[in-house]
């Protein structure tokens, strides 16, 4: 596969144009709301990648996942479910509308085959397993959040993108009518059928798909549907946008928290799992699903950490969590009477 194509594009003269008119770009980049270092204070790259050579236990199972094989493309029409398929991947049907996020189904989150590969068990959904989707929704342009051999697979079964600014620069790219495109800035909103309005609300985070960093908008969702409102996060390290998510578009019937991929090095773009209860109880989301683990290795912790820990706190601070297995049906319309079991304690 060619790497210069699956690499993208530099956004072109009439997007930079526009961009240099919004006050979160600057100098040729998107900021952050608040100043975002990428490691934490004295800490250097280079220690950082001395650090991730240290070997640390259970980064990667030791036996395959488990995983349920949903048929997506004969669920019921008025079912509301919500499917995760590992990291930050998932699908939701709602409201008769079927919407599916970041999906990275070519088996790795790198350009280079081989690397950071998928775990066993953790792989299973591939594109042909998708069932026509009304929206394919982009959180930003990290490898495994786009991912190319996906999307491209994904083409002819997808009716519109929605994404952050710079990034449909790449699906034009890669060849996709601009007609289908929906690229908008944090703060604005948009309706995209009867009953269902989307917004795009910040992130604290970061773009690149190799060395050139935030040419293009990293974001978060509020998906506003005839009978939910939910919150889907994207990549973040914890700030006041949470809370200002929560006073503007609150109470969420479920909220999706990125929760993996997390150092103590780099706190300012990935949450600690003790932030996430924080930031739940600040966007005022009644129940959340953790997602951004159990597929990749991509930090110096053990594979189930996440999981292990973010459910912890949250049946310390008696929040509501939602924990199904890769493939399981979450019923979005039960929410608060399905008891989910603690499925990694098995693998460990």
């Given at each position: 596969?060619?790497?210069?194509?699956?690499?993208?594009?530099?956004?072109?003269?009439?997007?930079?144009?526009?961009?240099?008119?919004?006050?979160?770009?600057?100098?040729?980049?998107?900021?952050?709301?608040?100043?975002?270092?990428?490691?934490?204070?004295?800490?250097?790259?280079?220690?950082?990648?001395?650090?991730?050579?240290?070997?640390?236990?259970?980064?990667?199972?030791?036996?395959?996942?488990?995983?349920?094989?949903?048929?997506?493309?004969?669920?019921?029409?008025?079912?509301?479910?919500?499917?995760?398929?590992?990291?930050?991947?998932?699908?939701?049907?709602?409201?008769?509308?079927?919407?599916?996020?970041?999906?990275?189904?070519?088996?790795?989150?790198?350009?280079?085959?081989?690397?950071?590969?998928?775990?066993?068990?953790?792989?299973?959904?591939?594109?042909?397993?998708?069932?026509?989707?009304?929206?394919?929704?982009?959180?930003?342009?990290?490898?495994?959040?786009?991912?190319?051999?996906?999307?491209?697979?994904?083409?002819?079964?997808?009716?519109?993108?929605?994404?952050?600014?710079?990034?449909?620069?790449?699906?034009?790219?890669?060849?996709?009518?601009?007609?289908?495109?929906?690229?908008?800035?944090?703060?604005?909103?948009?309706?995209?059928?009867?009953?269902?309005?989307?917004?795009?609300?910040?992130?604290?985070?970061f773009s690149g798909r190799l060395l050139n960093r935030n040419i293009s908008l990293?974001?978060?969702?509020?998906?506003?549907?005839?009978?939910?409102?939910?919150?889907?996060?994207?990549?973040?390290?914890?700030?006041?946008?949470?809370?200002?998510?929560?006073?503007?578009?609150?109470?969420?019937?479920?909220?999706?928290?990125?929760?993996?991929?997390?150092?103590?090095?780099?706190?300012?773009?990935?949450?600690?799992?003790?932030?996430?209860?924080?930031?739940?109880?600040?966007?005022?989301?009644?129940?959340?699903?953790?997602?951004?683990?159990?597929?990749?290795?991509?930090?110096?912790?053990?594979?189930?950490?996440?999981?292990?820990?973010?459910?912890?706190?949250?049946?310390?601070?008696?929040?509501?969590?939602?924990?199904?297995?890769?493939?399981?049906?979450?019923?979005?319309?039960?929410?608060?009477?399905t008891d989910w079991k603690n499925w990694w304690e098995d693998y460990i």
């Open positions: 596969m060619n790497l210069v194509k699956q690499l993208g594009q530099f956004p072109d003269e009439k997007r930079k144009e526009y961009f240099s008119t919004l006050s979160n770009y600057n100098n040729g980049k998107f900021q952050n709301i608040l100043i975002t270092p990428a490691l934490l204070e004295g800490e250097s790259m280079t220690k950082a990648l001395l650090g991730s050579l240290c070997k640390i236990e259970n980064t990667s199972p030791g036996t395959a996942l488990p995983f349920v094989v949903t048929d997506l493309k004969n669920l019921q029409p008025d079912e509301n479910v919500l499917v995760w398929f590992g990291h930050s991947s998932y699908f939701i049907q709602i409201d008769g509308k079927k919407f599916l996020i970041d999906p990275v189904f070519s088996g790795n989150a790198s350009p280079m085959p081989g690397s950071i590969k998928a775990f066993p068990g953790a792989d299973y959904y591939k594109p042909e397993h998708m069932p026509d989707i009304d929206f394919l929704i982009i959180s930003h342009d990290h490898w495994d959040h786009l991912d190319y051999k996906t999307v491209q697979a994904l083409k002819n079964k997808a009716g519109k993108v929605i994404c952050g600014l710079g990034t449909g620069q790449h699906f034009e790219y890669w060849g996709w009518s601009p007609e289908k495109i929906v690229e908008k800035n944090w703060w604005e909103s948009m309706d995209i059928a009867e009953g269902f309005r989307i917004t795009l609300t910040p992130a604290r985070h990293w974001t978060s969702f509020v998906l506003k549907t005839p009978t939910k409102n939910l919150f889907l996060g994207g990549d973040s390290g914890y700030g006041s946008h949470f809370t200002e998510i929560g006073e503007k578009y609150g109470p969420f019937d479920l909220a999706v928290m990125e929760c993996g991929q997390y150092n103590e090095k780099w706190p300012y773009i990935h949450s600690l799992p003790e932030q996430i209860i924080t930031e739940v109880k600040e966007l005022n989301a009644k129940n959340f699903i953790p997602v951004h683990n159990s597929k990749f290795k991509l930090a110096q912790h053990a594979w189930y950490e996440p999981l292990e820990q973010v459910s912890k706190y949250a049946q310390e601070h008696q929040q509501p969590i939602t924990l199904p297995v890769m493939g399981e049906k979450v019923n979005l319309d039960k929410l608060d009477t």
